[in-house]
């Protein structure tokens, strides 16, 4: 939501300033040009033909990005001629041409789409049309004959999950001809939903702790977030130099944390609900010396998770580096656990919730 409103307001800048530079550009278009002494009439002598010097003309400046200059009738105002070009960078025609696979690159046929058409009638005025079709046998829909700045796709079917960060399409003649989506029917652009396994009543994880600075190791139960004499899910330590920032901007810091009987995967994955069989890594180490590019003091991860030898689960983890009073890094865990054994992270809905 915050790429896409960073997006309009870009989009919006963007076109008050083609409005205003059209606006001055019609102004002085049509002004009246100043009255000029008409130039000496000279008779030529010994009969022979008369000759005139060219005169240098200055091209009228064109507007900035604006395709054409609309005709505006006598006394239309401001307002109607910024509409006229707003016409003109924003009802753009639309076609688009997608495809809807799952996890499994299967083509998903019944998938119920919709799209939603963008129009800036005025400066940062949006309205909206929507239009729905449904993905065919193999997974294909498009739409055509529609008009606007942008299209929005959003996908719905029973037992799929849907999730995207590029489901809008920019068509206006605001932006760049890089930055505008190019249709073709032969190259559609895929969407991927995932296929429900069927949703599991999941294990919280959770914790938030302090650590030391001196390399101590800590042990934690991630299942009830509390330190464990011995025999914890994870082990911890941390070091720090100098341990007394006294108003350091960077200091040397390094966080090591062991996983035992099992082990992390880093989590990237657009629909994060299976964990994987295997590629576990038994210890993160984060070693942030003070000429690191970037250097950070905070460090945040996705990790799918495996503990006690079969539980999966996945967590977001982190760490803050930066207390003094005392000395000492924060950490935190959040996630979830399959306790059956099974690889799927499918968290069941609390009562009334739906998808």
Request: charged share 15%; hydrophobic share 35%; proline share 10%.
């Amino acid at each position: 939501m915050k790429s896409r409103t960073l997006r309009i307001f870009v989009a919006g800048a963007a076109l008050l300033i083609v409005v205003l530079g059209y606006l001055l550009w019609s102004q002085k278009s049509v002004a009246p040009e100043p009255p000029t002494t008409p130039a000496p009439v000279t008779t030529p002598t010994n009969n022979a033909p008369a000759h005139s010097s060219p005169t240098a003309s200055t091209p009228a400046t064109p507007p900035p990005v604006i395709p054409h200059k609309p005709d505006l009738p006598p006394g239309q105002n401001k307002e109607d001629s910024m509409s006229k070009v707003l016409n003109v960078l924003n009802e753009q025609p639309i076609n688009f041409y997608g495809k809807v696979i799952d996890q499994y690159n299967n083509p998903v046929s019944g998938v119920t789409v919709i799209g939603t058409a963008a129009h800036s009638r005025k400066f940062m005025e949006e309205t909206f049309d929507s239009h729905t079709t449904t993905s065919d046998a193999n997974g294909l829909f498009h739409f055509e004959g529609l008009s606007g700045m942008g299209l929005g796709i959003n996908l719905k079917k029973d037992g799929y999950e849907y999730s995207s960060n590029t489901n809008s399409f920019n068509y206006s003649a605001v932006y760049t001809d890089k930055e505008r989506h190019h249709p073709d029917a032969n190259a559609p652009v895929i969407f991927k939903m995932w296929k429900q396994q069927g949703p599991q009543n999941l294990t919280p994880l959770g914790l938030s702790a302090y650590v030391p600075c001196d390399g101590s190791v800590v042990s934690f139960d991630l299942v009830t977030g509390r330190r464990a004499p011995s025999g914890g899910d994870v082990t911890v330590s941390f070091t720090r130099n100098p341990v007394k920032l006294q108003g350091a901007n960077r200091y040397d810091w390094k966080l090591v944390v062991n996983v035992a009987n099992g082990g992390v995967v880093a989590m990237n994955d657009q629909y994060p609900n299976e964990a994987p069989a295997d590629g576990y890594q038994s210890q993160i180490v984060i070693d942030m010396p003070k000429d690191a590019t970037p250097w950070l003091s905070q460090v945040t991860r996705n990790y799918y998770l495996k503990i006690r030898g079969q539980d999966y689960g996945r967590i977001n983890f982190y760490v803050t580096t930066g207390f003094d009073e005392p000395p000492m890094a924060g950490l935190g865990i959040k996630g979830y656990m399959n306790p059956t054994g099974s690889r799927n992270l499918e968290a069941a809905l609390p009562p009334g919730k739906g998808k």
